[in-house]
């Protein structure tokens, strides 16, 4: 329980990617549960809800932003270059990773992951471990520790890397599901998920055996798919008889509506037809392509076909935790202007439906848990406009294409306020 409170200031909420809602001058009142239980213009706040405490800002309240692909143990390796995927893992993420045996190490990283995770203004997110078990406990008890919305899981690999990062299928499965049970749904804020690191590093029968814990608790399900072309072609030498990339995760039962694979930029329509038809999510990392030349995400086909789509800032090849940077990248990745609209969608209320969330979390409807993060805003706008004067569409805008100039304040998270208000 909290303490009910009023919350005045302007507020964007997303409903679709064509449709925002906009009230420069909005009220929310948050209940005792944490939930919305009025919002709309601060003129027509109802009169019962005036004694409550209230709390005041100037800033923009969007939806809490949501982060679908993000790797804690690699937060140390953003801006490493890498000439393509494969050779940066090699060179610089396994290598890192390999550090987590360590527990001061573990400790350190995930105490510093979740903290600038909520200083970016994100309040959920689906987080990968590294292959240790004690490592990734370690994480959840920081992400427990941080108040944040986490789905988070230890990676499974065990072949096609360096011996330090790989383990026998059976030991990595019996630490997964140990993790499961201690882990999953703990709390209404911590969830697991089943994270075999992509196809190439994982056996058949490591596959299976992940798809089969997913099925029986009830997991996420978190891989890689279809980032590079020399990614997709190893896979198809190791799994000869799989149609396509998408075909080994079918093949394994590894598709579910608790799936989300990562990129899934090199696929063609029979892969969308596959996702679409086991209602899979996919992560769209931007940023990190762009970093990796990894290529163009078909934005259009994922949405001809029906798929959810989710952003991912994939810290480490993604260069920021920054879902505002995040959602800028989504248009330069395209190679055009993307209406502001959509990446913030994707961020918020298209993120919370690619993870199943959006009943929960994702935009501002009554009876939604307080999910909110606080932007603070530029002052000045052309022809003199002030902030109260400016359409959804502008500020949809200004908060998608002058990312540079935003920085997130404070973070509410089912009404809890997690970290202090912004500096002046």
């Known amino acids: 329980m909290i303490p009910p409170f009023r919350l005045h200031a ?140 986490i789905i988070l899981g230890k990676m499974l690999m065990d072949r096609e890397a360096p011996a330090a990062l790989l383990e026998p299928a059976d030991e990595g499965l019996a630490a997964t599901e140990r993790l499961i049970r201690k882990w999953h749904k703990k709390t209404h804020r911590l ?24 099925t029986r608790y009830d997991t996420y399900v978190q891989t890689h798919c279809n980032e590079s072309i020399e990614e997709v072609a190893r896979v198809m030498i190791l799994f000869p008889e799989a149609t396509h990339y998408t075909d080994v995760y079918a093949r394994s039962g590894l598709l579910t509506s608790r799936t989300v694979l990562g990129h899934n930029i090199h696929c063609d329509d029979a892969q969308l037809r596959q996702l679409r038809s086991h209602d899979c999510a996919v992560a769209h990392c931007p940023d990190a392509n762009l970093f990796l030349g990894s290529g163009r995400f078909p934005l259009e086909a994922h949405q001809q076909h029906g798929l959810r789509i989710a952003l991912g800032s994939d810290v480490g090849a993604g260069t920021t935790l920054s879902m505002f940077h995040v959602m800028h990248s989504m248009s330069h990745v395209q190679g055009r202007s993307l209406d502001p609209r959509i990446p913030l969608y994707h961020a918020t209320l298209g993120a919370a439906t690619a993870l199943g969330l959006q009943e929960e979390i994702g935009s501002f409807r009554i009876g939604k848990q307080a999910d909110i993060t606080e932007t603070c805003v530029p002052r000045h706008y052309c022809h003199g406009r002030t902030l109260e004067h400016l359409s959804a569409l502008d500020v949809a805008s200004t908060i998608v294409y002058r990312s540079a100039d935003l920085r997130a304040g404070r973070v509410w998270i089912s009404g809890e306020q997690l970290n202090p208000p912004p500096s002046t």
């Open 10 to 149: 302007p507020f964007l909420s997303p409903q679709d990617t064509e449709q925002i809602s906009w009230y420069p001058r909005g009220a929310m009142v948050v209940n005792e549960h944490g939930r919305i239980a009025w919002h709309g213009d601060a003129e027509n706040l109802p009169g019962e809800f005036l004694p409550l405490p209230s709390v005041h800002s100037e800033n923009i309240m969007l939806p809490g932003l949501v982060d679908a692909h993000v790797h804690y143990p690699q937060l140390d390796c953003r801006g490493q270059y890498g000439n393509s995927l494969l050779e940066w893992l090699d060179r610089s993420i396994y290598p890192e990773e390999a550090r987590f045996t360590q527990a001061g190490i573990a400790r350190d990283t995930a105490r510093r992951f979740f903290s600038a995770l909520l200083s970016a203004g994100t309040t959920t997110a689906m987080v990968y471990g590294t292959i240790h078990e004690a490592a990734t406990d370690i994480a959840f008890e920081e992400a427990e520790r941080s108040g944040m919305r």
């Open 191 to 214: 969830f697991y998920a089943v994270s075999p690191r992509f196809a190439i590093s994982c056996s058949p029968s490591l596959l299976q055996g992940a798809a089969a814990l997913a």
